[in-house]
């Protein structure tokens, strides 16, 4: 069995991979596995008969592997995956709602997570314990998560410690982190937030202390304390290279919120010219953006949300509405697609997918599936026991208490 543990392998986004995949005009199409990887890319390796299949019969074969899989099967497709791939879903959604769904799916022996690393952790640690969590392409991190790494997460919260005694500080995790992190929070009375609920858990957080620590997407934490009522003096932003973050312990006392430095490289793309463009474009153009984007990008638009939120509101919003949209490309594509009544279009006229969620090409899908058919499961995730232990108490808080 080839079996790939939670702390890796992480392959970090270079700025050509970044750009790699970036189009203006012409549309984003999946092309075989070796032409893709002539983009210089740093992808995991697979067998070379997946390399140079088309996608007529790439789609041919999944089908074909999905029916003799049959029921011991589930696949999960994040919704910023490429549409070859989510085809082949039983359920998209976002990352909790993926993992909430695989931790139903009691007869299931293979989980195929068709994301990205944090959110295949994190269905490992809510399945049950003879299910199998597999990543189709092992390199599929987060940059956002990886900008988080567990020990300048551990000497972040010694340091606030050290500063703000036990208990004078109450670590928030968005779901974008590894699962070492979600444990950190677990053992220190702290809790897991997703994009829909930041606020709620914000609220929680401070009925039970006078300041918190976000990871690792300061945005979304900045975003969610500006709704609580705080100011930009409330809060302070962590540089994990600098001792005590590049702050003094009288700042660090004063401090409200004290937000990890990381962000999102997908929405950290919007801007508030992008808004207003569309806005001459489209006078009674719906602006809605996710809140990983930075506060004036936010504050600009009509609404923000999560996924599952821009979502449900495009699909309800009335017939010959239009929507610009600040969040993924092959998610907003979709959107139009279904929605051919609306106008919606991405924010950002240079077209850029996820580069994460990008690695998984329809052949790493494959390449699973035939490899659950022979016997062997290849990149199987898991969380080693005391992690999963921890970070499952941090889940249930938000569960539970929210």
């Not at 392959?11 to 983009?39: D, G, M, N």
């Not at 944090?118 to 299910?131: G, K, P, R, V």
């Not at 659950?372 to 026991?385: A, S």
Request: with cysteine.
């Amino acid at each position: 069995m080839n079996t790939y543990i939670s702390s890796g392998p992480f392959i970090p986004i270079t700025e050509h991979e970044q750009s790699a995949f970036c189009r203006t005009e012409e549309p984003l199409v999946v092309k075989p596995l070796a032409e893709e990887f002539a983009a210089a890319v740093t992808w995991q390796n697979i067998a070379p008969e997946y390399h140079h299949l088309g996608g007529e019969e790439l789609a041919g074969r999944i089908r074909a592997a999905r029916e003799t899989l049959g029921d011991k099967l589930v696949i999960l497709g994040h919704h910023y995956q490429r549409d070859e791939v989510i085809q082949f879903a039983d359920f998209r959604g976002d990352s909790f709602k993926l993992s909430q769904y695989a931790a139903g799916q009691k007869n299931a022996e293979y989980i195929i997570f068709c994301g990205v690393h944090f959110m295949a952790e994190t269905a490992d640690i809510l399945s049950a314990s003879h299910q199998k969590v597999i990543l189709p392409n092992s390199t599929a991190g987060c940059s956002m998560a990886d900008m988080a790494r567990t020990e300048d997460v551990d000497d972040c919260w010694d340091e606030l410690e050290q500063v703000l005694g036990a208990g004078g500080i109450i670590p928030i995790t968005y779901m974008n982190s590894t699962a070492a992190i979600k444990a950190l929070c677990g053992r220190n009375n702290g809790i897991v937030c997703t994009s829909s609920n930041a606020l709620e858990v914000f609220q929680w957080a401070f009925q039970r202390g006078e300041r918190v620590v976000f990871f690792p997407d300061q945005h979304l934490g900045r975003n969610t304390a500006h709704k609580m009522g705080f100011s930009e003096s409330d809060m302070l932003v962590w540089n994990p290279f600098k001792h005590l973050g590049g702050h003094t312990p009288e700042k660090l006392q004063q401090a409200k919120v004290v937000l990890w430095q990381g962000h999102c490289s997908v929405h950290t793309r919007f801007t508030v010219d992008q808004i207003q463009r569309a806005r001459s474009a489209y006078p009674d153009v719906n602006v809605i953006v996710h809140p990983e984007c930075i506060s004036d990008v936010v504050a600009a638009a009509d609404s923000d949300g999560s996924t599952e939120y821009i979502a449900k509101v495009i699909g309800e919003a009335a017939s010959g509405s239009k929507w610009a949209v600040g969040t993924e490309i092959s998610m907003v594509n979709r959107l139009a697609q279904e929605h051919p009544d609306k106008l919606i279009f991405c924010l950002d006229s240079v077209v850029c997918p996820c580069s994460t969620m990008y690695r998984t090409h329809p052949a790493y899908l494959l390449a699973a599936m035939d490899n659950l058919i022979n016997g062997e499961v290849v990149n199987q995730i898991r969380v080693d026991e005391d992690t999963s232990f921890h970070a499952r108490v941090a889940l249930q808080r938000m569960l539970l208490e929210i």
